[in-house]
């Protein structure tokens, strides 16, 4: 089973400031998903990685595959960004793609 | 606009009373999913498809059935459901080739009582 860690598990932020939040995990994954979920609870997919590096915006993915760590970068935070982030890695088993989560990082933008 | 479609978004019903929770896209997505997620434990896999009547358990499938009749659709079945799972539901969908970003649904909180 894939166990997957995430940190912090709550990080309050000024606006503005650089954030980070981190992901590991225990065995050989096909990718890694970055989510952001909002208080009303809707979930949106933001980064699928399986090697190297993305941008989107603000934000930033990146993926070391023989550390077994993602990172999640958040510049010039906005208190917009206030959700919960959540990493998924994907494991490819014989009979399809099966998906396991961290618990989540509550991140506050405060002003 | 691309989406994933879950029904009832709230229900309340009592221990055993079978329901189904309705997942469709309209994307044309080969993989589709459900989750529930649950304070302190996050996000976990029920059940998965790849494709049209192929599916496969997830991490946690006790308790639940799915089926996938159609490409487009992908209900989730409590055939007798109990305090235990009340929980908040999430289906998803994404494609198996190209760009695979997963689409999720609004979600279904569902209290059995």
């Known amino acids: 089973k894939n166990e997957v860690e995430q940190s912090p598990q709550n990080l309050t932020a000024q606006e503005g400031e650089f954030i980070t939040i981190n992901c590991s995990y225990s065995?050989?994954?096909?990718?890694l998903h970055w989510l952001q979920q909002h208080p009303g609870g809707g979930i949106v997919s933001l980064f699928m990685?399986?090697?190297g590096k993305k941008k989107h915006g603000r934000l930033i993915a990146t993926i070391n595959i023989q550390e077994k760590h993602s990172s999640l970068h958040i510049t010039a935070s906005h208190p917009r960004d206030s959700a919960v982030y959540i990493c998924a890695v994907r494991y490819k088993k014989n009979t399809g793609n099966q998906f396991y989560f961290g618990t989540g990082t509550s991140l506050t933008v405060i002003p | 606009e691309a989406q994933v479609t879950q029904n009832p978004r709230y229900l309340i019903t009592v221990t055993g009373k079978k329901l189904t929770v309705t997942c469709s896209q309209n994307?044309?997505?080969?993989?589709m999913s459900w989750y529930r997620q649950d304070p302190g434990l996050g996000l976990r896999q029920i059940y998965y498809s790849m494709n049209v009547e192929v599916t496969d358990k997830g991490d946690v499938p006790e308790g639940y059935k799915v089926s996938r009749k159609e490409k487009r659709n992908f209900p989730l079945i409590l055939e007798s459901p109990s305090p235990n799972q009340t929980s908040l539901y999430f289906c998803?969908?994404?494609?198996?080739?190209?760009?695979?970003?997963?689409?999720f649904g609004q979600g279904t909180r569902l209290t059995v009582v």
């Open positions: 994307m044309n997505h080969e993989y």
């Open positions: 065995v050989g994954i096909s990718a």
């Open positions: 990685l399986s090697s």
């Open positions: 998803a969908s994404s494609s198996l080739t190209g760009n695979t970003e997963a689409f």
